[in-house]
T-cell receptor, first 113, second 116 residues
Framework: DQQVKQNSPSLSVQEGRISILNCDYT??????FLWYKKYPAEGPTFLIS?????DKNEDGRFTVFLNKSAKHLSLHIVPSQPGDSAVYFC????????????FGTGTRLKVLA | GAGVSQSPSNKVTEKGKDVELRCDPI?????LYWYRQSLGQGLEFLIY????????KSGLPSDRFSAERTGGSVSTLTIQRTQQEDSAVYLC??????????????FGPGTRLTVL
């Protein structure tokens, strides 16, 4: 049972345009969400996070939106750059004592020059 | 500063053999997590350490998998009698203890395990 879902396995966007990556979750107890970026042969690196007390968090070109009623979050990248091409993972932090991350299956973003 | 390191970076083994994967977390990080990524899958949680104890082993897929952590630092993930379905990238992450550490886990580069 996939608690965190990324239904788009891939996305292609022109350089300079907006990239929108989507993520859905099923457990209403989740209260903290993160986006990680992964390049080939490297470990995932943290990008941005959001707590459920907020509906938006912005960091430079990256903005994460959270819609709790829809159990949906999205990552916006504006403007997209070729260096943004990577696999993006959405994750929820398990609110139990371990706070382990529950990841989606990832979306491969390709930014075309 | 040094990040999370893992060794080996690649491991090819024959079905039925045992393998050991090593993780060196960031100094001072008491929380350590093992995940794996199988082909076409997301990152799947395996086990969580706080210090040397493992309060959450719920993600270990079978009793062939075990892990230990010594001195609150290095961790070893052992897979006995490997099977082809164990082929995956095994990732280690460390962080400050929860709840502070929930804000970011730092990942190593992973060990790519191939079981022939």
């Amino acid at each position: 049972d996939q608690q965190v879902k990324q239904n788009s396995p891939s996305l292609s966007v022109q350089e300079g345009r907006i990239s929108i990556l989507n993520c859905d979750y099923t457990n209403s107890m989740f209260d903290y969400f993160l986006w990680y970026k992964k390049y080939p042969a490297e470990g995932p690196t943290f990008l941005i996070s959001i707590s459920s007390i907020k509906d938006k968090n912005e960091d430079g070109r990256f903005t994460v939106f959270l819609n709790k009623s829809a159990k949906h979050l999205s990552l916006h990248i504006v403007p997209s750059q070729p260096g943004d091409s990577a696999v993006y993972f959405c994750a929820a932090s398990d609110p139990s004592g371990t706070y382990k991350y529950i990841f989606g299956t990832g979306t491969r973003l390709k930014v075309l020059a | 500063g040094a990040g999370v390191s893992q060794s080996p970076s690649n491991k090819v083994t024959e079905k039925g053999k045992d393998v050991e994967l090593r993780c060196d977390p960031i100094s001072g990080h008491t929380a350590l997590y093992w995940y794996r990524q199988s082909l076409g899958q997301g990152l799947e949680f395996l086990i969580y350490f706080q210090g040397n104890s493992a309060p959450d082993k719920s993600g270990l897929p079978s009793d062939r998998f075990s892990a230990e952590r010594t001195g609150g630092s290095v961790s070893t993930l052992t897979i006995q009698r490997t099977q082809q379905e164990d082929s995956a990238v095994y990732l280690c992450a460390s962080s400050h203890p929860p709840p502070i550490g929930r804000s970011e886990q730092f990942f190593g580069p992973g060990t790519r395990l191939t079981v022939l």
